[in-house]
């Protein structure tokens, strides 16, 4: 299929809307200028847009056009409509005897199902998808989108890490630039200084936290470990936690209590309130509780468990490592103390993370030696990777918009599995989960096996955490959840992301089709 002349030009001329809306109504001589387009074909064209609603005229001397909606409201499918641009693959007719709905001829089908792909796919993608910031607006995202096009990888492990974004990268590109320390009081430290410090904003934007609460880390792990070698007396905390909380837990002089959850894993609060709360705390006691966890998705009641917690002196950490750029998070509302954060889950480097702290919370520093960090953590901070953190927290922060396209691919993969595989278990299903995350259980496989199957037919997925890869075992997070061994061992973890596509569920639900079939699959 090549597309016509009305639908090229009908797309460039609304993405440089949609690049340039701030400046409000725009001439169609000045788009036409600037995209080298037909003026009197771009008259044409607009009639018909703005008939459909996408774009608004506006008379008088600052007279011209501007879109109707807000750019990520405007798919690329609705443009193409409003100009009546056919973007069907196909050489059959109503009209061609050869082909009909009665005796469709031999390839009908093929170039049905590739029509609703394209279809699916021009509807996923919107205005704001191709302007600058979009997945679609640089050369390596594009190539990235056309090898997937040609069959060679699907990325579905999101919360592993997610790949790191353009915004990200150039910030980094330029922070490597900065020459000075910054802790130094000349200008080049300064200016260190100052990189630092609007990617310190830029973070606490994305979690509703004061800059004054940020403290930069070399990533989650650290900051889960520095809080649970606090000197606690008790610690209280849940066996589906991340193996950062758990196994500083178990090394740690201190009690320890295991929250009492329900079948989903989520801490039940009656009797949380009732058992828990109600014991004697003899010394300083921290509760630790992931905010979402990272094999499941499934998102605990953080605020109103700290609120219980907080009524009986207990300080609350969360490790909020998935939920970051995939819910809002509001630091305060959450109750919380301490929050843990890492860069490389929402598409900035690996390597550096934070910790955010409640102001006039106390802790003993994770690092000594020189003030960085308000004497919290001494060190040289990683100028780039900070400035790749920042980066990238503001772009997911404007990225929690497209939360719910995202949640709507999850639960087309979901309904798929059940559809090729009705026997499939969907863990924590009926509870509240990220939208970005399914965890599915085919009993009888392996989870290793199913990974290797499916990155075989170039299909990246992960069994677990990948921070446990290389350990061969059932999960611990759904031990503790109380499912069998068998589900246990048979979860592979699926995570989706911005970039996600419907051609990438569609590349993963045609593996599955052959894979959950093969018959020696658990050996």
């Known amino acids: 299929m090549e597309l016509t002349t009305k639908g090229r030009y009908a797309v460039m001329a609304m993405a440089d809307l949609a690049g340039h809306a701030?400046?409000?109504?725009?001439?169609?001589?000045?788009?036409?200028?600037?995209?080298?387009?037909?003026?009197?074909?771009?008259?044409?064209?607009?009639?018909?847009?703005?008939?459909?609603?996408?774009?608004?005229?506006?008379r008088g001397r600052s007279g011209g056009y501007r879109l109707a909606k807000p750019a990520a409201e405007i798919s690329i499918a609705a443009v193409m409509e409003a100009v009546e641009e056919d973007t069907r693959f196909t050489r059959c007719s109503h009209?061609?005897?050869?082909?009909?709905?009665?005796?469709?001829?031999?390839?009908?089908?093929?170039?049905?199902?590739?029509?609703?792909?394209?279809?699916?796919?021009?509807?996923?993608?919107?205005?704001?998808?191709?302007?600058?910031?979009?997945?679609?607006?640089?050369?390596?995202?594009?190539?990235?989108?056309?090898?997937?096009?040609?069959?060679?990888r699907t990325y579905l492990d999101y919360n592993a890490t997610?790949?790191?974004?353009?915004?990200?990268?150039?910030?980094m590109i330029a922070a490597l630039d900065v020459a000075?320390?910054?802790?130094?009081?000349?200008?080049?430290?300064?200016?260190?200084?100052?990189?630092?410090?609007?990617?310190?904003?830029?973070?606490?934007?994305?979690?509703?936290?004061?800059?004054?609460?940020?403290?930069?880390?070399?990533g989650a792990t650290e900051a889960n470990n520095w809080i649970v070698a606090q000197p606690w007396a008790t610690i209280l905390t849940s066996g589906t936690e991340h193996d950062s909380i758990l196994a500083p837990v178990r090394a740690a002089r201190s009690d320890v209590v295991m929250l009492p959850l329900d079948v989903n894993g989520i801490v039940d609060l009656d009797e949380f309130a009732?058992?828990?709360?109600t014991r004697e705390f003899a010394g300083p006691s921290l509760l630790a509780l992931q905010l979402a966890n990272n094999e499941t998705g499934i998102v605990q009641p953080v605020a109103e468990i700290a609120e219980l917690a907080r009524s009986r002196g207990l300080s609350v950490h969360t490790d909020a490592v998935q939920a970051a750029g995939r819910m809002a998070i509001d630091f305060?509302?959450?109750?919380?103390?301490?929050?843990?954060?890492?860069?490389?889950?929402?598409?900035?480097?690996?390597?550096?993370?934070?910790?955010?702290?409640?102001?006039?919370?106390?802790?003993?520093?994770?690092?000594?030696?020189?003030?960085?960090?308000?004497?919290?953590?001494?060190?040289?901070?990683?100028?780039?990777?900070?400035?790749?953190?920042?980066?990238?927290?503001?772009?997911?922060?404007?990225?929690?918009?497209?939360?719910?396209?995202?949640?709507?691919?999850?639960?087309?993969?979901?309904?798929?599995?059940?559809?090729?595989?009705?026997?499939?278990?969907?863990?924590?299903?009926?509870?509240?989960?990220?939208?970005?995350?399914?965890?599915?259980?085919?009993?009888?496989?392996?989870a290793e096996t199913l990974v290797i199957r499916l990155d075989l037919a170039g299909i990246a997925v992960s069994a677990?955490?990948?921070?446990?890869?290389?350990?061969v075992g059932a999960s611990h997070v759904l031990e503790a959840m109380g499912l069998g061994h068998d589900i246990a061992a048979g979860t592979i973890r699926i995570s989706l992301g911005p970039a996600t596509t419907k051609e990438d569920i569609a590349a993963f639900l045609a593996a599955w089709t052959t894979i959950a079939g093969a018959p020696a699959l658990a050996a």
């Open 22 to 58: 701030d400046e409000g109504a725009i001439a169609l001589s000045v788009v036409a200028e600037r995209q080298s387009l037909p003026l009197a074909y771009l008259e044409q064209l607009f009639v018909p847009l703005r008939r459909a609603g996408l774009v608004e005229s506006a």
């Open 95 to 152: 009209n061609d005897p050869r082909c009909s709905a009665a005796t469709p001829c031999v390839t009908h089908w093929l170039w049905t199902a590739l029509s609703e792909s394209m279809g699916h796919f021009l509807s996923s993608v919107n205005l704001a998808d191709v302007i600058t910031g979009g997945r679609y607006s640089s050369g390596p995202l594009f190539t990235a989108a056309a090898a997937r096009t040609t069959g060679k």
């Open 162 to 171: 997610a790949p790191l974004r353009a915004e990200a990268k150039a910030a």
């Open 180 to 218: 000075g320390n910054p802790s130094s009081v000349h200008a080049e430290g300064r200016r260190a200084r100052s990189v630092i410090e609007s990617a310190r904003e830029s973070v606490g934007r994305l979690v509703g936290a004061k800059p004054s609460e940020i403290v930069f880390t070399s």
């Open 274 to 277: 009732e058992s828990v709360l």
């Open 332 to 446: 305060a509302s959450l109750g919380v103390d301490t929050l843990a954060l890492s860069a490389h889950k929402l598409g900035g480097p690996k390597g550096v993370g934070a910790l955010v702290i409640r102001d006039h919370v106390d802790l003993v520093p994770a690092i000594r030696g020189g003030g960085q960090e308000r004497r919290r953590r001494a060190g040289t901070e990683n100028v780039a990777a900070i400035a790749g953190f920042g980066a990238a927290a503001e772009a997911a922060l404007r990225d929690l918009k497209s939360a719910a396209a995202i949640q709507a691919l999850r639960d087309e993969v979901e309904a798929g599995v059940k559809r090729i595989s009705p026997e499939t278990v969907i863990i924590g299903e009926g509870a509240t989960r990220l939208g970005n995350t399914t965890a599915l259980a085919l009993p009888g496989k392996l």
């Open 464 to 471: 677990g955490s990948a921070c446990s890869s290389g350990k």
